[in-house]
């Protein structure tokens, strides 16, 4: 540890209040699109020094939207919320109940709910509000549904392309695991009818204005028919094309903002981080981090990461078990988190240089990760991604005693999906 206390009071300054994170503010606002991680999706300080952050870059900065590793048809509740001067739509807090579907304390917690009734305070008279949206790929039925919905109201013409693929889908009766294992043993795809109806949802959505939802939840059931093809099959592939979907809805969000958008992306540092600097690239992973680098260049884009040594977080024994607050023992010896521990203050920010540095960034070190399954008796062998820290992200912000967030709902609701289990970021 004493080889890197000199890097780490260099590099490190004490965090008390969002006025401390000016150093992170002033690297980060320039840039198009900042990810900010977290080491798990159920720990109350990443939550609240993300929205910290947050505030301070759609204040100064003028940042556009928040997209988060969620849903699109929940965040979408959420977005028409934060919008919404006359309260139509109901209060921000009431959007996210909605999110139903396990683990629903992700995005249905007392921290992101103060959140957004900030956030809807601070759009109440803007001529652009800020929006929220979700990136994932799970809400195959959700997003189907959805179309109907908009077609059934709007172009009845399409109705036959959308019912097409609803109703090839409707046998596995709305258990992905049954979709995925027919599609791999049988000819039982849907990826023609899909593949129809998200072409001429394009189309009109190019035509037409206001039809955006409408293409990115055709999008949403083309990208969840593929992961869910993928994943009986193991492998990469899957992941891929998980971050592959967050990357492109990204994208598209920026477009449809226009000229000079500007993201903040909210995910777990698995999907935050590049995959190039750990050993998901060996593994043949990419992640929404690579990904954008890739795409905007890396002098546009800012990632942070989160880390904690110990404390407590909320998540489940098993998959589909009820959250609850689980120990998170101290790190494991010549961690990051051991290392931090040691050397940097309880608080703290680490802003990198832009390019190289000392070797607490360029030695590849194990690097904590907290799932929404989580067995504390076994984290030291699975819970760590060997990480060189300063290629990964471009800053980290520490916190060495953390606790659980607190969600919305009094108990979590079982699930049969198999999404990422078992690792669950």
Not at 177 to 184: D, F, G, L, P
């Amino acid at each position: 540890m004493a080889r890197y206390g000199d890097e780490v009071a260099a590099l490190a300054t004490a965090l008390r209040d969002a006025g401390d994170l000016d150093r992170l503010v002033e690297r980060a606002g320039p840039a198009r699109v900042v990810l900010v991680g977290e080491a798990s999706h159920g720990t109350h300080e990443f939550f609240t020094w993300r929205a910290a952050l947050t505030r301070r870059l759609i204040e100064e900065h003028g940042f556009s939207f928040v997209a988060v590793e969620g849903d699109w048809p929940d965040c979408a509740r959420v977005d028409r919320a934060v919008r919404d001067p006359a309260g139509a739509a109901g209060p921000p807090r009431e959007a996210l109940l909605g999110h139903d579907r396990w683990p629903a304390w992700m995005w249905a917690n007392e921290e992101v709910a103060d959140f957004c009734a900030w956030l809807r305070a601070y759009n109440l008279g803007r001529e652009r509000p800020v929006g929220f949206h979700g990136l994932d790929v799970y809400s195959l039925w959700e997003s189907l549904r959805e179309v109907l919905g908009h077609l059934r109201e709007h172009d009845p013409d399409q109705v036959p392309a959308a019912l097409a693929a609803y109703r090839c889908f409707e046998p596995f009766a709305e258990d992905p695991q049954s979709y995925a294992w027919a599609t791999r043993f049988v000819a039982a795809s849907c990826e023609n009818e899909v593949v129809d109806l998200l072409v001429r949802l394009r189309e009109r959505a190019v035509r037409q204005a206001g039809e955006f939802a409408a293409w990115q939840n055709a999008a949403v059931v083309a990208g969840a028919e593929h992961y869910y093809r993928a994943m009986v099959h193991g492998g990469p592939r899957s992941w891929n094309v998980r971050d592959r979907h967050m990357d492109d809805t990204l994208d598209r969000l920026l477009e449809h903002y226009g000229a000079g958008a500007k993201a903040v992306v909210w995910a777990h540092n698995t999907h935050v981080g590049d995959a190039r600097a750990t050993e998901q690239s060996r593994h043949g992973e990419n992640t929404l981090g690579e990904l954008a680098r890739d795409r905007h260049g890396r002098d546009r884009v800012v990632l942070v990461g989160f880390g904690t040594h110990r404390g407590t977080v909320l998540a489940g024994d098993s998959w589909g078990a009820p959250g609850r607050a689980l120990p998170v023992p101290p790190a494991r010896p010549d961690s990051l988190e051991d290392v931090l521990h040691a050397t940097a203050p309880a608080r703290a920010q680490l802003v990198f240089p832009a390019r190289y540095g000392p070797p607490l960034l360029t030695d590849e070190l194990a690097h904590r990760a907290i799932g929404v399954v989580y067995r504390p008796e076994r984290e030291r062998g699975a819970n760590y991604v060997p990480t060189v820290l300063g290629e990964r992200y471009d800053a980290f912000l520490w916190f060495d005693e953390t606790r659980a967030v607190r969600p919305l709902h009094p108990a979590t609701l079982d699930s049969r999906e198999l999404e990422t289990f078992p690792s669950g970021v």
